[in-house]
C-alpha cells in the first residue's frame, strides 16, 4: 500500500535544522511518501542526504527527494520578484512543495514547469 503524508509547514518551522532532519527521515523510513509545504533550506536538504547516507542499509535503500518551486519557472517583472522576495522574507521557505520519499518506493520524479510526475514501484514484502 502506498502512503502518502503531508506535511505542513508549520509543523517544522519551529524544528531546528537536526531535527527537522530527523522528523522527515522517520516518515520516510515508515515507507511513506511525505509531501512537505515548502522547502527545506539547501544545508538542510544536503544534512538529509548525509544522514540517509550513514543508515542504508538491508532494509533502507535511501531516498529521493524533489522540490518544486512553481514561481522559479517563470520570468517575472522587477515588482514580481520584489514582492516574492518580500513574502520570502516574512513567510519563509514556504513557496513551492517538497517530495521526499524511499528509494525503494519510489522510481523516478520527473519534472517540467507544467507538471510533476511521481513514479513508483511497489514495496517490496516484509
Given at each position: 500500500m502506498l502512503?502518502?503524508?503531508?506535511?505542513?509547514?508549520?509543523?517544522?518551522e519551529g524544528l531546528d535544522s537536526i531535527h527537522r532532519v530527523n522528523k522527515l527521515l522517520k516518515i520516510v523510513k515508515?515507507?511513506?511518501?511525505?509531501?512537505?509545504?515548502?522547502?527545506?533550506?539547501?544545508?538542510?536538504?544536503t544534512d538529509l542526504i548525509s544522514k540517509t547516507m550513514e543508515e542504508i542499509d538491508n532494509k533502507f535503500k535511501g531516498i529521493e527527494l524533489s522540490?518544486?518551486?512553481?514561481?522559479?519557472s517563470e520570468t517575472k517583472d522587477v515588482w514580481q520578484k520584489l514582492r516574492s522576495m518580500f513574502i520570502n522574507m516574512v513567510l519563509g521557505d514556504r513557496g513551492g512543495f517538497t517530495i521526499i520519499g524511499p528509494a525503494s518506493i519510489i522510481k523516478d520524479i520527473k519534472k517540467d514547469p507544467n507538471k510533476i510526475q511521481l513514479f513508483t514501484e511497489?514495496?517490496?514484502?516484509r
Open positions: 502512503t502518502l503524508q503531508f506535511v505542513p509547514h508549520r509543523e517544522i515508515e515507507e511513506k511518501i511525505i509531501l512537505l509545504e515548502g522547502r527545506l533550506k539547501s544545508h538542510e536538504e522540490a518544486i518551486n512553481p514561481e522559479s511497489e514495496s517490496p514484502k
